[in-house]
């Protein structure tokens, strides 16, 4: 019986000590996943991260269950310890007549043993005497002797068996009884074992579905996806801009150009005393066309008859005509018929 309260005790301290090793490693997973969110969050791959910290962090979350869960159990284990202390107090309580009888046998036994070899000396002693020729009063005197220690010897036996019945019917119950006890507390102890057994099974389960889980997401988290993400997050926007806005509309060619002369013989007569304004009369002869179905570029001949009409005042605008001839060569390009 102590040393089943032993193996209690020692059973506690076993829990007790794989609930702090899973704790440690609980401390770690939780540890572990905070570091996921100090790795570098640029690039594609960046997402990933989260799917494992993600998952360790719920691994760490299993690991805490089992440890709560752990404590529990250890709990159980002392209540059951406590149950244990009183149950021997009981129980030696109820075997105490056993405990005599036990004394009792072995004192009996004791006894019948002095008696025996008490009854066995006299009555060689008296055999001795009667081979030696010994006088009749000391033959008479050894009888008397081994007489005495027959009587004695065979009083020891009768008590020996009372109490040997005694003894065997009590101890009987009580070897009866502690099997019993030991049946419960063998029992008790598979309890105990089966719910840690289990629990640490419903906890791998748990973290089983957890790893499936992962990589269900891993096997989701695909390459396009991961592309996709990234194109989202750097990206300004899902529709092109409004390609009108960046082109000049033809009919609008004609306003630029007289606003560019214009421009520049004001600026080029800036110096002059003159300041006010001239004037000058600007007039654009479209290139006639052709048979063909096609529209051709207009040569130099033609473009100088287009442009003929056009005067230029004072003489410092003959060094610009080559400049405004191949400005109209581009501009006039633009001016498609069709």
Known sequence: MKHGHLSTKDLADFIRERATIEET????MTKLAKSASNYTQLGTFAPVWDVFK?????LASCHLD???????????????????IKAYKKTKEDVSGTLEAVQSIQSITQALQKSKENYNAKCMEQERLKKEGATQREIEKAAVKSKKATDTYKLY??????????FELKMTETAQKFQDIEEMHLLRMKEIIQSLSNTIKEIHLQIGEVHEEFINNMTNTTVESLIQKFAESKGTGKERPDDEGYSIKPEATQDILFTIINHFYSSSDSDSEDDEP????VEIKPVQPNNSSQYTMPSLDELKVSIGNITLSPATSVSFFPCVLGFFVVVLGCFSPF
């Open 278 to 281: 001239r004037r000058f009369h």
């Open 54 to 58: 993600t998952s360790t962090e719920k």
């Open 25 to 28: 490693y609980s401390r770690s």
């Open 157 to 166: 036996v009768e008590k020996y068996a009372a109490f040997k019945s005694d």
């Open 66 to 84: 089992l440890v709560r869960r752990l404590q529990e159990l250890i709990k159980e284990v002392h209540k059951y310890g406590d149950e244990q």
